[in-house]
Structures are given as C-alpha cells and as structure tokens.
C-alpha cells in the first residue's frame, strides 16, 4: 500500500501550525538560511518546536535549503544542517550538489525542483545518491510522470497549486543578470511578473505593455487521481510567502479531495500521517490568491496558459455589469449564490486589457456603493478579496485528532487507565483510590469523564468498563486519569518519533551522471569547490563557474516549455498555426531588449538578454 503525502506550506511557525491542523501529512518550510525564499527564514527554536507538534500526529517537517552554496558558506550551511537535524526535522529539500558530498549528519535529503529533475536518468542519479523524495519539474506531462515512476524507486513529489516560475525551475538567471537578485540564492526579483513590448525584428512593437511571461496559478484539483496512478505520492502546494489563511483555505481543499480519493482505494493507497480535521468552513480555491487556474503541461500544452493582463490576483468571477458605470453607484448582475460585503475588493479587465480594482464601501444586494469613482465597461467582474471568508479564515477554523480507545480497569491500589490511539501507542495511567460500591449505575458517569478530551489532540472512539463491581470512582479520580493517560500518550508520541534516515550512495551509470551536464554549463549552477569535486567524481568534463559568480555575455537566462508562439495560436506544430514575424523580442519599459529563439524540436523558448 503506497502512502500519499499532502504537503504544504509554511511561511512561519504559525502557518505551520495551521497547516497541521488543517491536514497536511507534511509542511516544507525554510530554515535561518540558504532557502530558495529568502524573505520566509525562520528560527531553529521555531521549526524545532513545529517539529514537536506536527509529530505528535506523524506529519512530517522539511527545511528548504535550496539556494546554490558559495565556498565561504560551506561551513556556516554545515552548523545549521546539524542544528536542524538535532531538531529532529525529516529531511532537507536542497539544490546545492555539494549537500551531495559534504560530511552531513543522517538527515534525509530530498531534491528540491530547483535541481530541474525531468528525465528518469537524473531522477536516477538522485535516487543513487541517497535522496529519498525527488520534486518532480513542475512542466512534466502525466505521461512523463508515469515513466519516470516505472523506471525509478524514489519518492516522487509534484507540484498541485499555487504561482507558476516560467523558467525550468534553477535554470532561470534573468533576475540576476537584471537586478543582481539571484533566483538560485532566494532573491528572485519577479522579472517574468514584468510588463514587455513584444517586438519584430525591426524593433516595432506587435503587442504593447502585457504581462508576457506571467502564468496563471496552477490548480490539478481535478486532476490528482490521475496523478497518483501516474505515480506521484506527495502533493505539493506552493506558498512559502503565503500568508495564513492561503494556507487554512488551499489545505484544507486538498485534503478533502485527496481522503475522498483514498477512501475509494482504500487498498492502494492510505495517509501518511494520523487524525482526520474538522473545519468551520467551506474550502473554496477561488478566494485565495490567485491569477486565474491552468494545469500547466499536466494533460495537454495548451494556450492560454499566461495572464497577460495582470500578475495580481484576480480571484473569483462574481457577476457583471449590464451597461457601462461611471461614479460610485452601480448594479451587478450577480452569478448564482453570490453574496457580497462592505469590504469587498472587486476588479476587471478594462479595454485597454489592463486590471482596474477598487473596494466596495457597503451593498445592498447587488446594488454596489465604490469607495471611489470608477469606470467600468460592460464586462465580467472579479472579486479579488472577499471580506466575509477573510474574517473567517482570521478564526479558529480547524479542529485535528485521532482516535482512542480507553480501558477502565481495577489494580491491587485503586483504578488503572490503559489508553490506545490510531498510531498503535498505548500506555497505562494508574490512581490510588478506596474502592466502594456505588449506590446507582456509573458507566455514564464514567464515559462522561473520561469524553472530556477538549484541547488535546484525541477523540474517545471506545470505552470498555473492566471493573468488578458497580465501583463508585469520583471524578477527580476519572479526571487525573484522564489527564495522566493524555501526558503519557504525547510524551510517547513525541519520544518514539524516529526520522527517516538518508541511505547509502550507490553507483551511476554514465547516462545518469551525464545529466549534471548543461550547456551552457554555467547552468549547472556549482558555486563551490566541492560541487566541483563531484563533477571529477564523476569524470565529468569541469563546469563554468555558476552565472552568480561569473555572467557571460549576452546570456540564456531562461529556458521554458511554456512558448509565446503557442500562446499567440501560432505553434507551428499546429495545423491552424499562423506565421508571425520574426525573430521576436521583449522589451521592458526601460528599453532593455531580450530575443526570444524557438526550439521547436525540444518544444521549448529560450530567452536570450542582449
């Protein structure tokens, strides 16, 4: 029985918590340094103190250290790998090939996306090398999947919501070579969130000021069944900058359709982690941040793939207007069910293709009062921020626990309180006590105690009364056994916890080791002599110093499967493909110009800066 993994994530302790509560089996978040999101580091007091908690139900914690490691930073990433091991986190998500080699304690190592894994050789060479998880590239097909899963033994982790790169993941460098924030060291400055002229070879603009390079949010909720029978066992969001109520929302959506998948088949598949989750809300993808929903390459390459109108979140369609609106007083024709609220944050695509937003100051049903002029054509309208679900989210809105069962006995003292939860922990909680007969039956009396489980992590799913007699217990007895039983039950918990520990290296086949090799082979992304040393390891020909420590000139600074052509209906793979002219280029508002070059035996764009 193969166990499926939701995984989450975490911008802080907090989120974590949370994602926890609302059911992920793991949460990924990044420790004090070296992560791929340099703005969401945390302590290791806090991931430790996740750790404990997220145990006690058998979820699992992983740190991001998926930035590329510079020489004098060997060491520094050294002390904070053992910090986080004696932390007891699961395992590390890393790109650096150097984790590969460094004298590192046990710790499980997992390859981050970052390390671009998309064939089945490089997969390989992972798994060889000890990685227990590999993050599949988010642009693989469910076909590509599948073969990947049938010629490998690794644990393979895909992408399922949340922001788009439209580079390769680790094979992007145009916030680099732009603004000296470098995507491979957690300081991505959103480049393809820009806006671009789109220019012929004459330099003349075809289509100005539009997002070009800016997906839309993925979203494979329809789509995990099939994902699981192409082989994926853990589940990703994306959202380490996400704040928290992204994370109550996006989890807890995932967690209902993958227990509704698992229960079907229930013989092939079962949770990685323990308790079920009660929520005081709807999950509903649409009012968390989003640029609009595509599954990516998952089923088909498609257009419209990209949001050239905005990088903003554009949220949920609402309704529309039935004429042109100019003031603050208006009427919507609303879709079905929709309600809105003083507080509500509308938007819509002007006629100049442009996201135009505004708040809402109060409504009487569909009667909206702006809190500013607008001017608004006849249009779909979209609200991007819904007051009423925020409020919400800022709640308590999820309850965890796992059952137990109780057993009531008698000892030579007193009473015993023998408890058993769904992870197979069982202990005994004692009490000394007079032993009497009771005057009327105390089996309710009894269950009625020992149900009081409010606060911790347990629901009381079986009581069986072992006694011998109708014994007259008080309920401070009944209550200090409770108690008792609960503290042993999380102490177990979290003592008997064992992390999963890294394997042993084993050899390559000179197709799996070839997969290091890029060209350019800056792209190989070595920033340290013991990455290098590997590549030696490997008779493997020398890499190029990393594009963040020596940039070439007129640079490849992305690679994508994504492709303009085809987002334009001008794939000339296509029947009714149609000829544009060319070559193409990108020009940002300041001028500075970047060719586009086609690969249409590779189905890939190549962005070059000139």
């Not at 910090?83 to 004298?103: E, G, M, S």
């Not at 702006?370 to 309208?381: F, M, Y």
């Not at 059952?403 to 005994?428: C, H, P, Q, R």
Request: charged content about 25%; overall charge positive.
């Amino acid at each position: 029985m193969r166990k499926i993994e939701l995984l989450a994530p975490a911008r802080n302790l907090t989120c974590g918590l949370e994602a926890v509560k609302h059911g992920a089996d793991a949460v990924y978040i990044g420790g004090p340094s070296f992560g791929a999101r340099s703005a969401a580091a945390n302590s290791i007091e806090d991931i430790a103190e996740l750790c404990r908690q997220a145990h006690i139900y058998g979820a699992k914690v992983y740190v991001a250290l998926n930035t590329i490691i510079k020489e004098d930073e060997l060491k520094e990433a050294v002390r904070v790998i053992n910090a986080l091991y004696a932390a007891k986190v699961d395992a590390l998500i890393v790109q650096d090939l150097a984790l590969l080699r460094l004298d590192l304690p046990p710790i499980a190592l997992h390859a981050s996306t970052q390390m671009d894994n998309r064939t089945a050789d490089k997969v390989k060479f992972l798994q060889n090398e000890g990685l227990t998880q590999v993050v599949l590239a988010r642009e693989l097909s469910l076909r590509e999947i599948r073969q990947i899963h049938d010629q490998t033994d690794v644990s393979l982790e895909a992408f399922v919501h949340g922001a788009l790169c439209v580079s390769y993941s680790g094979r992007c460098y145009a916030s680099q070579h732009c603004f000296g924030r470098s995507a491979n060291r957690g300081e991505c400055a959103q480049f393809c969130r820009m806006a671009f002229d789109l220019t012929d070879h004459n330099d003349r603009p075809l289509l100005k000021e539009r997002h070009w390079l800016s997906l839309k949010d993925m979203c494979r909720i329809d789509h995990l069944e099939a994902m699981l029978d192409a082989g994926v066992s853990s589940f990703k969001i994306e959202g380490r900058l996400k704040d928290v109520a992204y994370v109550k929302n996006v989890t807890a959506a995932y967690r209902q359709a993958l227990d509704a998948i698992i229960a079907r088949r229930s013989d092939e598949f079962c949770r990685s982690s323990f308790g079920s989750s009660a929520y005081t809300f709807t999950p509903q993808l649409t009012k968390s941040f989003n640029r609009g929903f595509t599954d990516y390459f998952l089923t088909a390459p498609t257009p419209d793939m990209a949001n050239h109108a905005t990088p903003k979140s554009i949220g949920e369609p609402i309704g529309q207007t039935t004429r042109a609106v100019k003031g603050r007083v208006f009427d919507l024709l609303l879709h079905k069910d929709t309600t809105l609220s003083a507080g509500d944050g509308l938007c819509f695509i002007d006629e100049k293709g442009r996201l135009q937003g505004f708040r809402l100051n109060r409504c009487e049903g569909s009667r909206c009062f702006a809190a500013s002029e607008v001017n608004i054509p006849r249009t779909l309208i979209y609200r991007n921020h819904d007051a009423a679900f925020e409020r919400l989210l800022a709640s308590p809105t999820a309850t965890r626990t796992m059952w137990l069962d109780f057993i009531l006995g008698e000892n030579e003292n007193g009473y015993s309180l023998t408890a058993k939860d769904e992870m197979g922990f069982e202990v005994t909680a004692s009490a000394d006590c007079l032993k009497e007969e009771a005057r009327s039956e105390q089996a309710e009396q009894c269950r009625k105690q020992l149900s009081k489980l409010g606060g911790t992590p347990f629901t009381l799913r079986r009581l069986d009364i072992n006694l011998l007699g109708n014994r007259f217990i008080p309920a401070s007895v009944l209550a200090g056994l409770r108690r008792q039983a609960i503290e042993l039950l999380l102490e177990q918990h979290i003592t008997a916890y064992h992390t999963e520990q890294r394997p042993s290296r084993r050899s390559h086949t000179a197709a799996e080791a070839r997969t290091l090799v890029c060209s350019p082979s800056y792209q190989a992304n070595v920033a340290n002599s013991v990455a290098e040393r590997l590549f030696e390891s490997l008779e493997l020909p020398r890499p190029a110093k990393a594009f963040e420590l020596s940039e070439p000139a007129k640079p490849l600074i992305m690679t994508c499967r994504y492709c303009l052509r085809r987002e334009l209906h001008c794939c000339l793979k296509t029947p009714q493909g149609r000829a544009v002219p060319g070559p193409l280029s990108l020009r940002l508002a300041d001028g500075r110009k970047f060719s586009l070059k086609f690969d249409c035996a590779q189905c890939q764009m190549q962005v070059y800066a000139e």
